[in-house]
């Protein structure tokens, strides 16, 4: 089974500084999705950014990116110039690539982000 | 507007008794998931389903049940079997099992036994 990990229960960042959230995760295949999502204080779910694992470059979505290592199961999300904005609790996700019983998305337990004024 | 919409936003139950929360999508996805979120533990999954008729078991299914009767629909009951029900819901739905996109989610249920 896959598992997500996430090891930092809690981070916090100046105000217009930069922070790297950390993932890890387990699986035996090739082929999936990795993605990070963002749950502010309202508790609405907001997709971040995604990886397919067939992709060698990391993808950037304006001031996220991630660090993407196949190799070492690593997928860790950068926050540039942050905003008080992106304080909220972050997920990292694994979604196999496959049909049937693997195609469940499963989660990390999430990490807490407050941003300093 | 598309979207996925959970009611009730909030919800309370006497021990003992089975509840039912709604989850509807208008977005022609196929798949439909619940999860469940506590203080420390991110989103576990307690079922999903990928078709109509058919449903698997996540990780932490015990005291739960649900239908999928609908491609729309797709109910979570929580039944008396569940010794700690107290807990955030999350339902969510993808369009696709195999091409990479996103999990929508609904806003919640935010459950609580008295």
């Known amino acids: 089974a896959q598992t997500v990990t996430q090891s930092q229960p809690e981070m916090s960042v100046q105000e217009a500084e930069t922070v790297t959230l950390s993932c890890t995760y387990d699986?035996?295949?090739?082929?999936?999705?990795l993605f990070w999502y963002k749950q502010p204080p309202s508790r609405q779910m907001i997709l971040v950014i995604r990886?397919?694992?067939?992709?060698?470059q990391n993808a950037t979505e304006n001031r996220f990116s991630v660090n993407f290592q196949k190799a070492a199961k690593s997928f860790s999300l950068k926050i540039s110039d942050s905003q008080l904005g992106d304080a909220a609790m972050y997920f990292c996700?694994?979604?196999?690539?496959?049909?049937?019983?693997?195609?469940?998305?499963?989660f990390g337990k999430g990490i807490t982000l407050s941003v300093r004024p | 507007d598309g979207g996925i919409t959970q009611s009730p936003k909030y919800l309370f139950r006497k021990e003992g008794q089975n509840v039912t929360l709604s989850c509807e999508q208008n977005?022609?996805?196929?798949?439909m998931y619940w999860y469940r979120q506590d203080p420390g533990q991110g989103l576990r999954l307690i079922y999903y389903?990928?078709?109509?008729?058919?449903?698997q078991k996540g990780d932490i299914a015990e005291g739960y049940s649900v239908s999928r009767e609908k491609k729309e629909s797709f109910p979570l009951t929580v039944t008396s079997a569940q010794k700690n029900p107290t807990a955030f819901y999350l339902c969510?739905?993808?369009?696709?099992?195999?091409?990479?996109?996103?999990?929508?989610f609904g806003q919640g249920t935010r459950l609580t036994v008295v």
């Open positions: 969510a739905s993808s369009a696709d099992r195999v091409t990479n996109t996103e999990a929508f």
């Open positions: 699986t035996s295949e090739s082929d999936y999705y």
């Open positions: 990886q397919e694992a067939y992709k060698q």
């Open positions: 996700a694994y979604r196999s690539s496959y049909t049937g019983a693997n195609s469940k998305l499963t």
């Open positions: 977005l022609n996805h196929d798949a």
């Open positions: 389903s990928q078709i109509v008729n058919d449903f």
